[in-house]
């Protein structure tokens, strides 16, 4: 298997898996599809809890201290969130839904245009914040196999069928958002090689893991947490976590 054969399987799916979701969708009544979006939404704040638990890890504590990897995800989140927050990131993200609906949807009434944004914001945000994008994508660049990414792939097509019998076509707009991301880790892994320690990696995932909280509540409805804007975090967390090894 070539570099991005993983990615482009993760592609597949989650247009596969939309293109089911949205002939499933409107044969469901409307109580049927929110139920199937609380129901995912739950799901992810375990993925989120399980990822997060990566800041009790022993190899975290003892490249920083027992002290320091809660610190870490703490500063992670609010320099990210202060960063994203002034790149508007969120309004960036939610601007790109709104474009590519005019441009795939053509015109449409105000309540189909917001399905569509909020479709495709959920499903590129679930689909790219999770831990196995970064460590898959990295891994396959490393050609050390796409393993990960396939089973990441199987994930998000039975995800991408529940959110789209919800939220429509701009869930299969995400499979753009996946093709960038995981296809830059991918070269960057290619490139690069081994950056990343294990450490680094840890506080990065449990960084990914709070952030998949905030995806969690936007859909069960509990808050719309800003988490385009916190995005950053996943960069500031590896340079943080080598601020302080070097520190010590």
């Known amino acids: 298997m ?31 599809r929110d139920v199937v979006t609380d129901a995912l939404g739950l799901v ?58 005019r441009v795939l949807a053509g015109r449409s009434d105000s309540d189909e245009r917001r399905r569509f944004i909020e479709g495709f914001v959920a499903a590129s945000l679930l689909f790219c914040v999770g831990p196995l994008t970064v460590l898959g994508s990295l891994s396959d660049g490393l050609g050390n196999g796409a393993d990960q990414l396939l089973l990441k792939a199987t994930l998000d097509g039975f995800a991408a069928i529940a959110f789209a019998a919800s939220f429509g076509w701009g869930v299969a707009a995400s499979a753009l958002a996946v093709l960038v991301v995981q296809g830059t880790l991918t070269v960057l892994g290619f490139a690069l090689g081994e950056f990343l320690p294990e450490a680094h990696v840890l ?37 943080l976590t080598e601020i302080v090894i070097a520190l010590r």
């Open 44 to 101: 992810t704040l375990l993925v989120a809890a399980l990822s997060a638990l990566t800041v009790t890890d022993a190899a975290l504590s003892d490249a920083v201290g027992d002290s320091a990897p809660v610190l870490i995800v703490l500063g992670s989140l609010l320099v990210g969130g202060i960063v994203g927050s002034l790149l508007h990131l969120e309004y960036q993200l939610e601007n790109l839904g709104s474009t590519l609906q």
């Open 203 to 239: 506080a990065l995932t449990a960084t990914g893991g709070l952030l998949l909280v905030g995806v969690g509540l936007r859909l069960l409805q509990v808050k719309q947490v800003p988490v385009g804007d916190l995005l950053p975090a996943l960069v500031v967390a590896p340079l």
């Open 2 to 32: 070539f570099p991005g054969f993983g990615t482009a399987v993760n592609v597949v799916t989650v247009l596969a898996g939309s293109t089911i979701g949205v002939l499933l969708g409107h044969r469901l009544p409307q109580r049927t």
